[in-house]
């Protein structure tokens, strides 16, 4: 016991040693992206250094405590995902007896996804302020308690307080996957990250889709409220498990070598403020600076406001379809609501498939433009399966093969969207990128779930005009898409003529480009597995903090135009935050506030 506390102790101290000697003010890595292979690759100049394959009893311990957090990172949205899919399938029976309109259907819909337009950003925040065990224990708590009034909701018949549920659901749905995602980047951010976040998603995507295949099937069963009673079981189990990685956070943390956050850094200095006040005023700087701030986020550059717009786009295109899937395929096709609930069901089969395959793709081959290319993939086949959709039903006959080009397509986006982030912004800024990303990809998801539902409803007692306008909205799905497209190359070129700027930049440095590849090599593919203080020791080490560091290569003559753009496209997204939240507010107040005055 006395053993594991002093490498407990070993473990903290020699990481924060090591702060206190890399503590330049203004270093690349502040300016170069976390993973220095970027978003197109970069050319594969020497090959990686073998890892041994024998491991001793440490080494083994180590890997079993990483597993062990990746279970628990994996089990914090089991409940989550669950429940964020039962609506989906169960939309007919709730118009047929609570007698919700699509419109009433899309807000319900919309109301657990607004508050994930903003909660995204608060929970990097809080993550980086007060660490992820405490930010995961209030995410897993929202979401229980909205997933109780959305159960309670049900059982009275209550539409009102049904959405009032999953408003509060969406409190802690976006902050739980930043959390979940960063407790896995904290585990595994040098060894098969790609693989292991694929791990964290697919835990979430296959909940989902059993949510979507088991949702009617259980209500004809057990009766209309076992898909509820069902989610709400397993919002208690991940909190059960939450509080579990709570009480043992510190083991884990210790037993895999992790990196120490933001509050484990500002705890070690308060410690050592009893022996040396400067190493304890040290350690607060640096534990600052790995705080989120969200004013720098109008110095990313074009490349990530492209990848934001991409993400507004990708929000539009693939959340509403996934939720509306049932209906549409119901009344396009003629199909009973079981089949139908049934065939949209595997649309969200892809991801326990393809997001392994596209994580060892990402981590195999860094030297290419995978993501990118990957990214073209999926935005072909989801417009695919659009188009066939769109076609009239007496040509297509089947929606099967939409489905699988849709479940293709989508089946592992999602991660690419994820792991894009350290390929195009420094490591500082990832959590608060991380945000941003999920924040407005949500923001044009409720925009575009609560529009389907306005459409949908024209004319809805009219055969001939509901089928008019499934088919407008089918349309607009294929409009959305093509613009996703176009997202894509835009990010493309935006990169290619940074990497331009920085590559003419790179020429007057004195730092051979060779030496700084072999030094991000040996730490990327260094595992964590290996202890944190035989690599601060090893002589690598050494030669690298003793050298003086070049100024970091930034394209100086542009980032003032770059930053006024940032401004620019800061205001426009937190202007398209808002029309979110005005247009659901509006539509619900029109839709459901009438409804209660006509009653």
């Not at 594991?4 to 020699?14: E, K, M, P, V, Y």
């Not at 309109?101 to 996804?113: Q, R």
């Not at 607004?114 to 979401?143: D, E, F, H, K, Y």
């Not at 912004?425 to 959590?431: A, E, F, I, Q, T």
Request: net charge positive; glycine share 8%.
């Amino acid at each position: 016991m006395s053993q594991d506390i002093g490498t407990t102790l070993d473990h903290r101290r020699s990481l924060c040693d090591s702060f206190l000697m890399d503590a330049p003010s203004d270093s690349e890595s502040d300016h170069e992206p976390a993973d220095t292979s970027g978003l197109l690759g970069v050319p594969h100049e020497e090959p990686e250094p073998s890892i041994p394959r024998s491991y001793n009893g440490a080494q083994r311990r180590a890997f079993f405590v990483r597993s062990l957090a990746l279970l628990c990172a994996c089990s914090l949205s089991v409940g989550s995902h669950y429940a964020s899919y039962i609506l989906g399938p169960l939309k007919s029976r709730l118009a047929r007896e609570l007698g919700t309109t699509h419109t009433e259907f899309s807000l319900l819909i919309s109301a657990y996804s607004l508050n994930s337009t903003w909660t995204p950003l608060l929970g990097g925040v809080l993550a980086s302020t007060l660490g992820t065990t405490l930010t995961s224990i209030l995410a897993t708590g929202v979401i229980l308690l909205g997933q109780i009034l959305l159960l309670v909701g049900d059982i009275w018949g209550n539409v009102r307080l049904m959405t009032l549920g999953l408003f509060v659901f969406g409190f802690g749905i976006s902050p739980l996957a930043v959390v979940q995602e960063t407790i896995i980047v904290r585990f595994f951010k040098s060894h098969g990250l790609g693989v292991s976040m694929a791990f964290g998603l697919i835990a979430g995507k296959g909940a989902s889709f059993i949510s979507a295949r088991t949702s009617y099937p259980l209500t004809e069963k057990y009766g209309p409220r076992a898909p509820f009673y069902v989610a709400t079981s397993l919002a208690a189990l991940s909190v059960v498990v939450n509080l579990i990685y709570i009480a043992a956070s510190k083991w884990l943390v210790d037993g895999a070598g992790a990196e120490l956050e933001a509050a484990d850094i500002a705890e070690e200095a308060r410690r050592r403020s009893i022996v040396s006040l400067s190493e304890a005023q040290a350690l607060e700087k640096v534990a600052e600076k790995r705080r989120v701030n969200l004013r720098q986020i109008t110095k990313l550059g074009d490349v990530f406001w492209a990848y934001i717009g991409l993400n507004v786009l990708c929000g539009a295109i693939w959340s509403p379809f996934l939720h509306l899937a049932a209906n549409i395929i119901e009344t396009r096709y003629g199909m009973p609501e079981r089949d139908a609930a049934n065939e949209a069901s595997y649309l969200l089969a892809g991801s326990l498939i393809l997001y392994p395959i596209c994580g060892l793709l990402v981590d195999r081959y860094k030297e290419r433009p995978i993501v990118v290319q990957l990214l073209t993939a999926s935005s072909i086949l989801t417009f695919i399966s659009y188009l066939w959709l769109a076609l009239p039903p007496a040509w297509t006959t089947s929606p099967a093969p939409a489905i699988t080009a849709f479940a293709a397509g989508h089946g592992f986006a999602p991660l690419l969207l994820v792991v894009l982030v350290p390929k195009i912004v420094p490591l500082k800024y990832v959590s608060t990128a991380l945000g941003a990303h999920k924040s407005l990809e949500q923001t044009g998801s409720t925009i575009f779930q609560t529009f389907s539902g306005l459409v949908l409803d024209i004319k809805k007692k009219d055969g001939k005009a509901r089928s008019a306008a499934l088919q407008h909205l089918l349309n607009i799905f294929l409009a959305l898409n093509i613009l996703q497209f176009i997202s894509i190359i835009a990010l493309t070129k935006f990169q290619k003529r940074k990497n331009l700027l920085l590559a003419t930049a790179r020429r007057s440095t004195s730092v051979p480009s060779s030496e700084r590849t072999r030094e991000s090599t040996t730490d990327q593919t260094t595992p964590l597995l290996e202890g944190y203080e035989s690599r601060s020791r090893s002589p690598h080490n050494i030669r690298r903090n003793s050298r003086p560091r070049r100024g970091p290569l930034r394209d100086d003559f542009a980032t003032k135009e770059e930053q006024q753009r940032g401004e620019f496209f800061a205001v426009f997204s937190a202007g398209l935050i808002i029309i979110a939240w005005v247009f659901f507010i509006g539509t619900a107040w029109m839709k459901l506030g009438m409804k209660k005055g006509g009653d």
